[in-house]
């Protein structure tokens, strides 16, 4: 009976320490962010899907309700200019993740790193 309750004491406290822990590590959304370089945008139309990894951004530095333009590097093309509806916020991996709709998943976003808000 000692044991058992050792064990649940155990369990018990390492939930607590390991929960918070958990809870800070999810990304976040966020109002605006601004950026170091960009990872990749991935661009989807008509149900087809591209990513796109050599490009540049119009800004580096963004708010919900702005819009920003996709230029690819290789062909010197626009590829896409979206108004963005989502900034959300890695706070362990600092990067941040813009994407054209409402909330955490979008069809195309952009991937930039160090990230800050």
Known sequence: ??????????????????????????????????????????????????????????????????DITVINLDTGNEIATFNVKSITFGRQVKMCWIGNSVGMISESYITVKECTR
């Open 1 to 66: 009976m000692l044991m058992i309750k050792k064990i649940h004491f155990i369990l018990t406290i390492s939930f607590l320490i390991l929960v918070p822990v958990t809870i800070n590590a999810q990304p976040s959304q966020v109002p605006d962010a601004s950026w170091g370089s960009v990872d990749h945008f991935k661009y989807s139309s008509s149900g087809e899907s591209e990513t796109f990894k050599n490009i540049k951004l119009s800004s580096n530095s963004i708010a919900i309700g702005q």
